[in-house]
């Protein structure tokens, strides 16, 4: 049996990876993969503590929970690669550095 | 297993053996998806680390999620991303660098985010194992009915959402 800290230290690191990709990459399409990685750490993080829970065949919420966030991640892949595309037709750029129309 | 410096490692069983394998793959997946300079690479790494959170979901015994996982991440938005980064290749391969000027400052952040994490995550006690699971249908079954009865309402909630955000996608996307 795995313990559970091993999951959530995975997590952890699939997390704080996507994080630093949101916040430090400059095309949108590499800060969209971060926020790929961040929910796919929460994900495990749901279903690590569903396995470990009480009452694991009785209760599924963790499971059900990570079904609708893989639902959510689909649409919000969608969305966002669509602005995307948009933008880079507008402006012939993807770089957020140079996307600062609404800055004051 | 006794290492010197009189550490005691505890001999791992086979189990947690493969698991180390895993989530290492998928550890260095995911870190070549933020460090990897050609953002074609990252796309393939992120492939990698889904495939990777797809084989943990197998050791927690979610076997209907790592089939999704697979389906939806690997099959659609893998794909997804790179199609956008075809279309917009201008940026693929960078003439500057693949970061802003406050990666120093989001780097320390991650960095001090993942040890805060890690330390939580060590010093907790948790429950040392969770019960038993038999994993088949009956409880694909039991998932499928608990999302037309407890959570009926975020079940649609949810389909609506897709179908708003696929329209929204592609007249966004679309040609005018």
Same mark, same amino acid.
């Given at each position: 049996?795995?313990?559970?800290?091993?999951?959530?230290?995975?997590?952890?690191?699939?997390?704080?990876?996507?994080?630093?990709?949101?916040? #430090?990459?400059?095309?949108?399409?590499?800060?969209?993969?971060?926020?790929?990685?961040?929910?796919?750490?929460?994900?495990?993080?749901?279903? #690590?503590?569903?396995?470990?829970?009480?009452?694991?065949?009785?209760?599924?919420?963790?499971?059900?929970?990570?079904?609708?966030?893989?639902?959510?991640?689909?649409?919000?892949?969608?969305?966002?690669? #669509?602005?995307?595309?948009?933008?880079?037709?507008?402006?012939?750029?993807?770089?957020?550095?140079?996307?600062?129309?609404?800055?004051? | 297993?006794?290492?010197?410096?009189?550490?005691?490692?505890?001999?791992?069983?086979?189990?947690?053996?493969?698991?180390?394998?895993?989530?290492?793959?998928?550890?260095?997946?995911?870190?070549?998806?933020?460090?990897?300079?050609?953002?074609?690479?990252?796309?393939?790494?992120?492939?990698?680390?889904?495939?990777?959170?797809?084989?943990?979901?197998?050791?927690?015994?979610?076997?209907?999620?790592?089939?999704?996982?697979?389906?939806?991440?690997?099959?659609?938005?893998?794909?997804?991303?790179?199609?956008?980064?075809?279309?917009?290749?201008?940026?693929?391969?960078?003439?500057?660098?693949?970061?802003?000027?406050?990666?120093?400052?989001?780097?320390?952040?991650?960095?001090?985010?993942?040890?805060?994490?890690?330390?939580?995550?060590?010093?907790?006690?948790?429950?040392?194992?969770?019960?038993?699971?038999?994993?088949?249908?009956?409880?694909?079954?039991?998932?499928?009915?608990?999302?037309?009865?407890?959570?009926?309402?975020?079940?649609?909630?949810?389909?609506?959402?897709?179908?708003? #955000?696929?329209?929204?996608?592609?007249?966004?996307?679309?040609?005018?």
């Amino acid at each position: 049996m795995v313990p559970l800290s091993w999951y959530l230290m995975l997590a952890a690191f699939l997390f704080s990876c996507g994080l630093y990709g949101a916040l #430090a990459r400059r095309n949108a399409i590499a800060m969209l993969m971060g926020i790929e990685l961040m929910l796919n750490a929460a994900n495990i993080n749901l279903v #690590a503590f569903w396995r470990h829970g009480v009452g694991p065949m009785e209760d599924l919420t963790g499971q059900a929970f990570a079904v609708l966030i893989i639902g959510l991640a689909a649409a919000e892949a969608a969305v966002g690669l #669509a602005l995307i595309i948009a933008v880079y037709r507008e402006r012939r750029t993807i770089d957020v550095d140079e996307l600062d129309v609404l800055a004051g | 297993m006794q290492l010197p410096l009189g550490i005691e490692v505890p001999i791992p069983t086979f189990e947690q053996f493969v698991f180390i394998q895993v989530a290492l793959l998928t550890a260095v997946a995911a870190l070549a998806v933020v460090t990897s300079r050609n953002l074609f690479h990252s796309a393939l790494a992120l492939t990698l680390t889904f495939f990777g959170v797809a084989g943990v979901y197998i050791f927690l015994e979610a076997e209907f999620l790592a089939v999704s996982q697979v389906l939806v991440y690997v099959g659609a938005i893998a794909m997804l991303i790179a199609f956008a980064i075809m279309l917009t290749r201008s940026m693929m391969f960078g003439r500057t660098s693949p970061l802003n000027n406050q990666w120093g400052k989001s780097s320390l952040f991650a960095i001090l985010f993942f040890s805060a994490l890690l330390a939580f995550a060590r010093a907790t006690p948790w429950p040392a194992a969770g019960e038993e699971v038999v994993a088949d249908e009956a409880l694909i079954g039991q998932l499928g009915r608990e999302f037309v009865t407890t959570y009926v309402i975020a079940f649609e909630v949810l389909g609506l959402l897709l179908l708003v #955000a696929l329209v929204g996608a592609v007249m966004l996307a679309r040609d005018r």
